[in-house]
């Protein structure tokens, strides 16, 4: 089972952010969040494609993505919160290569008490048959949940049966926490349609199919 719209999908995933990661670090004593994604989690301002913000795309603000609903959740919970925000888009394109893991080591180094991983709309599916994606995805998510207490790990918002399956394997395998997200990109309420002129964008979870993302996964934690 594929959602069409993965393939429509043109936004490019090599060049989303120029900085990796966003880093909030200055409250003592509190829970450390860590989020890896793609251009649903991060993607800074690309005019080209009428995209003008640095947020969770297509989100109609920041405080209306994914992750920082999340955050404002956690904060009611936990109290205190720190984050550090990844877009590891260049690790989907590139998922067997060790180098390009390792060059995410800030935020391994981050040290966080629960890992969100929210991410494969962009993993390079042309090297699915000559690398092993399970292996490599595992390896991923070991490398930056060492001190983690809460891994929370979905599938993909545009569903891709294949790749889907392989990460619930993981997820098993690394005692997390599955949240299916994959029913939501069915349904045009939860994209920006009509928003933004680039169809890419525009396919992309608006506030509406954020909240929801946001709502699973905060039930999952």
Known sequence: MINKDIEK?????????KEKFKIFDGVKGGKRVLFLGNSITLHETKPEIGWNHNWGMAASSEQNDYVHIVLDGLKEKFGAVNYCITNVGEWELNFWKTEVLESFFASK???????VVRLGENVNRQKLS??????????????????AEKVIITDLFWEYK????????VCERVNGQFVTLSDLGYDNANKALGLFEHEGVALHPGDRGMAKIAERILAAI
């Open 9 to 17: 999908n043109t936004v490019d995933a090599s060049k989303q952010v």
């Open 109 to 115: 180094d981050f040290g966080a008490d629960i890992v």
């Open 130 to 147: 000559e690398y092993d994606f399970e292996k490599d995805f595992e390896n991923f998510v070991r490398y930056f949940t060492g001190k």
């Open 162 to 169: 294949e790749l889907d399956e392989m990460i619930k394997n």
